[in-house]
């Protein structure tokens, strides 16, 4: 039966895959502007698509019975990315990887390519961006890679379809989304049309013949390129791969996640061997740290299921030029001169004529409330030129009236400051009840702000 088709066209948003039949200067779905191009889709009619062999074959079922294994989870030999998964990869799932230009996508992905056919796994690298040779410099670069890794230098996505319906590997990498093609849709590789259609068309491959695939996806400031935002309503796990900026380090986010909590953070640092696991990011964070210096407080937060301990920095110094300036890196803007504004109201501290900056070391960013305490204390020890002894680390919300308000998950805070060596914790003191006793490490609950002035 031949499918009744025929070709108009569409305008899409690039940077987010919102369809309309004509050009707007606007996007009213993200608001972008200078968004819309032109692009050629073909329409298939939808009664002819649905093929008659199906008609009346297709049922709902309850769920005793659907058959399910118990779940199985793909080790990817990294410990950071499998916890970012929650706990591995699940077979024929669709991951992709978002991230900057020169981030380390393509060796991320090659490393644990690498990883799990040391595994037994079988999987296929497929590369759109760099030709066999120049994989095999960079595999070059991250050591001995086993003979069992196959390797596809291909664009067309129906040939690569092909090539894994028919050796059916366990893992399959894109790299990129954005530069496959299929021939049935007739614009250009890296346009919306081109980017959701292969990614229709691997999510199809990856469901029926369960094989878990990672796509490469790129983000471009100017939005020439499809944002992967198209793709993220399509897969089932979407991950982050960003820099701390000049530190070196790297770090993986999940922003979307079918099979696991999307709070995980994942941390890497590049090297001349490629990709290596920060396996404790709270050492690596405080490496360096200045001793005795005012302004500097260790605090202790959650990101996802594991405490890191890091550094806030304060700084209070007089005016020079009239108008006080406040300038927070790191934490949110509002919430620091709100915490300024408490900390003159009520403890009586005059900050009027007084420039006050706060920075979280290594370019971390910090979301949570569980900071507050220390970027008070941060700010106190640099207004009053005293340093807060090294082996304290300060944690807890601050309220508009100055109160210590509790934060989650204290036993494992504790665990981790303990752990690397500090005797004393400062934390609010409705946190105290009922917490575990640790032996050689000192806890002090305090209900107000002010407090913290007889303890620095
Ligand atoms: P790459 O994985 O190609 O980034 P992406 O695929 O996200 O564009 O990584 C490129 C950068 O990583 C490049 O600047 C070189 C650096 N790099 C190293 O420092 N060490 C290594 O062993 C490798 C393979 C790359
Ligand atoms: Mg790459």
Not at 19 to 25: F, L, P
Request: a neutral charge; hydrophobic letters at 40%; charged letters at 25%.
């Amino acid at each position: 039966m031949s499918l009744k088709s025929k070709t108009e066209s569409v305008f899409f948003c690039s940077s987010c895959g919102y369809e309309s039949k004509k050009w707007m200067g606007q996007c009213p779905a993200c608001g972008e502007w200078n968004t819309f191009s032109e692009e050629a889709v073909a329409r298939v009619s939808s009664k002819a698509s649905v093929g008659a062999a199906a008609r009346g074959n297709v049922k709902a079922v309850s769920l005793s019975e659907i058959q399910s294994d118990e779940e199985i989870r793909m080790d990817t030999g990294f410990t950071e990315l499998s916890r970012v998964l929650g706990g591995g990869i699940v077979p024929g799932s669709l991951i992709l990887v978002g991230g900057d230009p020169g981030i380390g996508k393509s060796t991320l992905l090659l490393q644990t390519a690498a990883n799990m056919t040391a595994a037994g796994k079988k999987v296929i690298y497929i590369s759109g961006e760099e030709s066999l040779r120049q994989i095999k410099l960079r595999a070059d670069r991250v050591g001995s890679i086993s003979d069992g890794l196959k390797f596809m230098s291909e664009t067309n996505i129906d040939l690569i379809t092909e090539v894994l319906e028919r050796e059916k590997p366990d893992l399959a990498v894109i790299d990129s989304v954005q530069t496959m093609y299929t021939s049935e849709a007739q614009s250009v590789p890296g346009s919306v049309t081109q980017v959701r259609e292969c990614a229709q068309r691997m999510m199809m491959c990856a469901k029926t013949n369960e094989i878990a695939c990672f796509l490469v996806g790129h983000v471009t400031k100017e939005g020439t390129v499809a944002g992967p935002r198209v793709l993220e309503h399509i897969v089932d796990t979407v991950l982050q791969f960003e820099s701390g900026d000049q530190f070196g380090y790297r770090l993986l986010r999940s922003a979307k996640n079918r099979f696991g909590s999307t709070n995980e953070i994942g941390v890497f640092e590049m090297s001349s061997e490629g990709l290596k696991e920060v396996k404790n990011p709270s050492e690596y964070l405080l490496e360096g740290r200045p001793k005795n210096a005012t302004g500097a407080v260790v605090t202790c937060l959650i990101e996802g299921s594991r405490p890191m301990l890091m550094e806030v920095q304060g700084l209070a110094a007089e005016t020079q030029y009239g108008l006080a300036r406040r300038q927070a890196n790191g934490i949110d803007y509002n919430r620091f001169t709100m915490l300024l504004a408490v900390l003159s109201k009520r403890c009586g501290l005059n900050l009027s004529n007084i420039d006050a900056y706060v920075n979280i070391a290594g370019g971390m960013k910090v979301t949570q409330p569980s900071a507050d305490l220390a970027v008070v204390a941060s700010v106190i020890s640099s207004f009053k030129n005293i340093a807060v002894a090294e082996d304290t680390v300060i944690f807890g919300e601050v309220g508009l009236s100055g109160e210590v308000r509790s934060v989650p998950q204290v036993n494992e805070r504790i665990k981790e400051a303990v752990k690397l060596g500090f005797k004393r914790v400062i934390l609010p003191k409705v946190n105290l009840k009922g917490l575990k006793k640790y032996d050689g490490i000192e806890l002090c609950g305090i209900n107000f702000i002010s407090e913290l002035f007889a303890l620095l």
